[in-house]
Nanobody
Framework: QLQLVESGGGLVQPGGSLRLSCAASGVTLERYAIGWFRQAPGKERERVSCIRTSDGSTYYADSVKGRFTISRDNAKKTVYLQMNNLKPEDTAVYYC?????????????????WGQGTQVTVSS
């Protein structure tokens, strides 16, 4: 039932910005936590940022604190990841994921629904 579609990726120079979108369908967004995860070639998936849409609780990985901001628009059933001051090490495929029942907010193993991913490349 739940479908997630990421968009907004692309190629940017270091220091640039992108805003990723994760559009949900088939669900009431307020009932779900949404997480952003990323995976670079040859590396394991890592968590980036998550939001518990019911109360707005958020998590940010140390590597993105102060640069990335997660937000939601319940009317549009969309969660955003604003990415500023991008660095080459941010290059990865970014996935959004959703889960209704979570205790730990940003643990990928606990997320059951995943989008298709969107490529972010940071390079000069």
């Amino acid at each position: 039932q739940l479908q997630l579609v990421e968009s907004g990726g692309g190629l940017v120079q270091p220091g640039g910005s992108l805003r990723l979108s994760c559009a949900a369908s088939g669900v009431t967004l307020e009932r779900y936590a949404i997480g952003w995860f990323r995976q670079a070639p040859g590396k394991e998936r890592e968590r980036v940022s998550c939001i518990r849409t019911s109360d707005g609780s958020t998590y940010y990985a140390d590597s993105v604190k102060g640069r990335f901001t997660i937000s939601r628009d319940n009317a549009k059933k969309t969660v955003y990841l604003q990415m500023n001051n991008l660095k080459p090490e941010d290059t990865a495929v970014y996935y959004c994921a959703a889960e209704r029942s979570l205790i730990r907010l940003c643990v990928s193993l606990e997320y059951h629904y995943w989008g298709q991913g969107t490529q972010v490349t940071v390079s000069s």
